[in-house]
């Protein structure tokens, strides 16, 4: 939020913070920022309340299991307690978003992108650019890998434009997460 923020100073911002510590410091940092709105919901497929993994190391928190290999790559991520947290979908959430096109939907769920896509294909099916981490191998037990993510978009009407900010590996150097730069087809003229 805060690079958008400083890449494109007049954009509204809707940002989703399920961690209510993490939340609270996201309207903090906003809190004269009158173009910028905060949930303090996880978004899913589904409207539920759920148990998620807050793990040591906030940015591998998550609604999924962080899975073994999560943990022999990045040993501080160890350690998470289980906390209730509501999920809401996108598309449920649509109303009060107000989205004006064109805009760009950037999505961070830490292996839960494809209940995001599911519970969002109206609000994505609208956007022009998506931003969405792609993981190569699995960090979060269930979690689907890039071709999955990489259909679920194609099927919504967007086309695979590379990738920004890969996570390597620190045993192998192996690209374990990306995220993945979608834009909107445009019909044929």
Request: hydrophobic share 40%; proline share 4%; glycine share 6%.
């Amino acid at each position: 939020a805060l690079l958008i923020r400083k890449l494109l100073p007049q954009v509204a911002i809707c940002s989703f913070e399920p961690i209510p510590a993490c939340y609270a410091k996201l309207v903090k940092k906003f809190n004269n920022d009158m173009t910028f709105k905060a949930f303090n919901v996880a978004i899913g497929d589904k409207a539920e309340t759920i148990e998620m993994n807050i793990n040591d190391f906030s940015p591998s928190s998550s609604l999924l299991e962080i899975d073994e290999l999560h943990v022999q790559n990045f040993k501080h991520t160890v350690n998470s307690v289980r906390q209730q947290i509501p999920v809401k979908t996108l598309d449920g959430l649509r109303a009060e978003l107000d989205l004006v096109k064109p805009y760009m939907v950037k999505i961070d769920t830490q292996g839960y992108e494809d209940k995001v896509i599911k519970g969002g294909q109206e609000v994505l099916a609208g956007a022009e650019v998506i931003f969405v981490e792609l993981s190569y191998r699995t960090l979060y037990k269930e979690q689907v890998l890039f071709d999955d993510i990489y259909n679920d978009l194609v099927r919504l009407g967007f086309q695979y434009h590379g990738n920004s900010e890969e996570l390597l590996s620190p045993i192998n150097g192996a690209v374990l997460q990306s995220d993945g730069i979608f834009i909107k087809r445009q019909p044929l003229k």
